[in-house]
């Protein structure tokens, strides 16, 4: 064989077992496969601050006494009441006096063993966040007074986070 033959082989297996870790690199993984963003587990204290700072502005009287009646029940330490006080607010979600950012986030709190989620998906879905206004706005909020939006949503990300 002539020798550049032999140099030419000898490079490409070269070539070939110095690249071939990076070719493992850049594989899939599958492993995790599903929804990779996990649902925040939150406490009342989370909820509450997060759903007074929604409430500033509403002018409903059963929604302000529920907002006043969640902060005394956690400012007591009574997470139990909290918790039971934030479902019954997530079942008056239907009222029109609600904002849309206070509904969305209501509709996507669920109670479960280890305490409040949210589900981020369907916050962001109920706020039409995938199909925004030109302007940026999510969907559903086009109806809210613009000074509130940025402050909503700064609310709902500081919760998420």
Same mark, same amino acid.
């Given at each position: ?18 690249? $071939? ?7 899939? *993984?599958?492993?995790? $496969? ?15 601050? @997060?759903?007074? @700072? ?6 409903? $009287? #059963?929604?302000?006494?529920?907002? +006043? ?5 956690? !400012? #007591?330490?009574?997470? @139990?009441?909290? $918790? ?23 509709? !996507?709190?669920? @109670? ?6 949210? *589900?981020? +998906?369907?916050? #962001? ?13 999510? !969907? ?6 613009? !000074? ?12 998420? +986070?």
């Amino acid at each position: 064989m002539p020798r550049g033959f032999k140099l030419l082989i000898a490079l490409g297996l070269l070539g070939f077992v110095l690249l $071939s870790p990076l070719a493992t690199v850049f594989a899939a *993984d599958d492993t995790n $496969s599903g929804n990779l963003t996990p649902n925040p587990t939150l406490t009342p204290e989370q909820v509450a601050s @997060a759903l007074t @700072a929604l409430g500033q502005g509403t002018n409903d $009287s #059963s929604i302000q006494q529920l907002l +006043q009646q969640l902060n005394s029940q956690v !400012s #007591s330490g009574n997470n @139990a009441a909290a $918790s039971s006080t934030i479902l019954q607010l997530k079942a008056d979600s239907n009222n029109p006096n609600m904002s849309a950012s206070m509904k969305a986030l209501l509709q !996507s709190i669920s @109670a479960g063993k280890n305490g409040l989620t949210v *589900d981020p +998906q369907l916050l #962001s879905a109920l706020l039409g966040a995938n199909n925004p206004t030109p302007n940026g706005v999510p !969907s559903n909020l086009r109806n809210e007074s613009p !000074s509130r939006i940025p402050v909503d949503l700064n609310t709902l990300a500081n919760l998420l +986070q």
